[in-house]
């Protein structure tokens, strides 16, 4: 069984930057690739990024390439999401997320994962 925390979120002007972070509690949490997600309100929840089992590689959605930054950390139990240069439609509520998979390529949808934080609301003012 996986516990998923996430914190970090908070509000901020346009062009500012939070940290999130994802505590998790398991045996399994260095075995699997972790991603983040958000959902904006009366909006479907999207994928953000990915990241695989032992931080090698990365997967972005287009809309936060070059802003956001997904790190782990397997001795903490924590993954991590450096937001920057935040924009209003950042605005959303973050999950964070355990993969069924170790690798990226297979951890690109909701149906990918299996455990699921409460998530962090992030709200980015005009």
């Known amino acids: 069984q996986v516990q998923l925390v996430e914190s970090g979120g908070g509000l901020v002007q346009t062009g500012g930057s939070l940290r999130l972070s994802c505590a998790a509690s398991?045996?399994?949490?260095?075995?699997?690739?972790m991603g983040w997600f958000r959902q904006a309100p009366e909006k479907e929840r999207e994928f953000v990024v990915s990241?695989?089992?032992?931080?090698?590689?990365?997967i972005y959605v287009d809309a936060v390439k070059g802003r956001f930054t997904i790190s782990r950390d397997n001795f903490k139990n924590t993954v991590y999401l450096q937001m920057n240069s935040l924009k209003p439609e950042d605005t959303a509520v973050y999950y964070c997320a355990k993969s069924k998979s170790r690798f990226v390529s297979g951890s690109t949808s909701m149906s990918d994962y299996d455990y699921w934080g409460q998530g962090t609301q992030v709200t980015v003012s005009s």
């Open positions: 398991g045996r399994s949490f260095s075995s699997y690739a």
């Open positions: 990241i695989d089992w032992d931080g090698s590689r990365t």
